[in-house]
């Protein structure tokens, strides 16, 4: 019996993206546990920079509920993650746990490689923004084998399943979460499948994903994009997060030796400007 998580980040009960992946589940062919947690309903604190879990075996030093949906992530066999839209972008909540990425180094074994698929939920139809280029961000960067991410169509609670387009949605991403890889139906990035692109100078083009620059050319009237890779990798095998680990742990040494000259830098800048704070 397989144990599947499903992520939910958004506030609303009932609403269409919960419903999405309960729609999902029931159409997963193999035998499971749908497991569901809602980002907001844990206190997950802003990330401080301090770099503290990646050089302390207790983990993070924040007091929150971090710990509980890692759990919760270590302990499932695959994923389902739906976010709704918010000013053309995700529900913050999905952007605050990523924040946190750095104390998943700490579980790379564990993480690396379970299947996922993502659905984004939005209101007006092409006004999704960056909301599927999160999605997909936010599964390369928790290590899974994202196999598809969809956008769905719906404001109103339930909306989403009064067209019968999403329903088919559902089936497809079912089918693809134990199954091969949803096959790409526009042009994408070679690298990562991602097909969000910045358009630099001399056809030049970064891909928003795997932010791996190339070239585009067109081809029998479409685009095309060759993009290499770079000599610092995030996501593309286990063995390039485990070198983005050491790179982050290594940090703390370069730090050391140029503590000096980085605090002669700072030091200038440490009483320009009047700070606004929260009245008490």
Request: charged share 25%; hydrophobic share 40%; with cysteine.
């Amino acid at each position: 019996m397989k144990k599947i998580l499903g992520i939910i980040g958004s506030p609303r009960k009932l609403g269409n993206s919960e419903i999405m992946v309960k729609e999902i589940s029931r159409h997963i062919s193999v035998p499971h546990e749908l497991h569901l947690l809602r980002l907001q309903d844990f206190k997950i604190l802003p990330c401080r920079g301090c770099y503290h879990c990646l050089f302390k075996t207790e983990g993070c030093v924040l007091k929150d509920d971090l710990n509980a949906v890692l759990k919760a992530l270590l302990d499932a066999d695959a994923l389902i993650v739906s976010a709704p839209t918010y000013f053309l972008g995700l529900n913050a909540s999905v952007k605050c746990f990523l924040d946190r990425g750095l104390s998943f180094y700490s579980h790379i074994e564990k993480l690396w490689g379970k299947p996922a698929v993502g659905v984004v939920t939005t209101g007006i139809r092409g006004k999704e923004g960056y909301s599927l280029l999160g999605i997909q961000s936010f599964l390369k960067l928790i290590f899974t084998d994202e196999k598809d991410s969809r956008v769905v169509y719906g404001a109103l609670p339930g909306e989403v399943f009064m067209d019968e387009e999403n329903t088919r949605t559902a089936k497809e991403l079912a089918s693809a979460l134990f199954g091969p890889p949803a096959e790409k139906k526009g042009p994408c990035c070679p690298q990562c499948a991602g097909d969000t692109f910045r358009f630099m100078d001399n056809n030049t083009v970064r891909c928003m994903l795997c932010s791996n620059s190339g070239k585009m050319r067109v081809a029998d009237g479409h685009p095309a994009f060759e993009m290499g890779q770079s000599d610092h990798e995030f996501f593309s095998s286990k063995e390039a997060v485990l070198n983005h680990k050491q790179w982050l742990l290594g940090m703390k040494s370069r730090f050391i030796e140029q503590k000096k000259a980085l605090k002669e830098i700072t030091r200038q800048y440490l009483n320009q400007g009047i700070w606004i704070k929260p009245q008490p």
